[in-house]
């Protein structure tokens, strides 16, 4: 049985992502059935990060200012050091995530991943974790970070690094199975 049959994902990435975090949860979501769209402000091709250097591409099916939370049920924020702190410079990339709060609709982000949420102003009240380095950030925009390999509220999903991602994937392909939820809001 295919638990995200008729379920389109998004995943919003730029170069430097990091390469488990985004190839892992994509093949999870793909398994379960769902229709998995890589997004990204370029066109063509985004390298990703791996063991501290540079590693494969992945294809870009759509730039973020061609689509809209409109055509997703949900997203998928990978980390990575450098792939976040590209994001988050470009506007596009952040209002396209504070839609799909907006529009009640659930996120996954893992590592440096919720920092697109900090950019993005949707963290405030939030219980979260992330990779360490990102803690101070989450508490000074006002969320509540713990130190758990998955934290779930109300259809955000967060994890801390890759060894957290067969955690990550079961609650992101639950969470994203149950849909909208009315806590999730901008």
């Known amino acids: 049985m295919s638990l995200l049959k008729d379920i389109r994902v998004a995943i919003l990435a730029t170069n430097g992502f990091e390469e488990s975090e985004l190839i892992e949860p994509k093949r999870?979501?793909?398994?379960?059935?769902?229709?998995v769209v890589v997004i990204s402000p370029?066109?063509?091709?985004?390298?990703?990060?791996?063991?501290?250097?540079?590693?494969?591409?992945?294809?870009v099916d759509a730039r973020v200012d061609q689509v809209s939370s409109k055509d997703f049920d949900s997203l998928l924020l990978p980390g990575g050091v450098i792939n976040p702190?590209?994001?988050?410079?470009?506007?596009?990339?952040?209002?396209?995530?504070?839609?799909?709060?907006?529009?009640?609709?659930?996120?996954?982000?893992?590592?440096?991943g919720p920092q697109m949420l900090i950019e993005a102003g949707v963290t405030n009240g939030r219980t979260m974790t992330s990779f360490t380095s990102v803690r101070k950030?989450?508490?000074?925009?006002?969320?509540?970070?713990?130190?758990?390999?998955?934290?779930?509220?109300?259809?955000?999903?967060?994890?801390?690094?890759?060894k957290d991602l067969p955690a990550f994937n079961k609650k992101m392909v639950e969470e994203f199975r149950e849909g909208k939820h009315a806590g999730q809001t901008a």
């Open 28 to 35: 999870a979501l793909e398994k379960e059935g769902a229709e």
């Open 42 to 59: 370029e066109n063509g091709e985004i390298k990703g990060w791996k063991n501290g250097d540079w590693s494969d591409t992945i294809k």
């Open 85 to 112: 702190d590209l994001l988050r410079r470009d506007p596009a990339s952040v209002e396209f995530v504070k839609s799909f709060f907006e529009d009640h609709k659930p996120v996954a982000a893992i590592c440096h």
């Open 137 to 162: 950030d989450l508490e000074n925009s006002g969320a509540n970070w713990v130190d758990d390999e998955v934290v779930v509220d109300s259809g955000l999903v967060t994890s801390r690094s890759p």
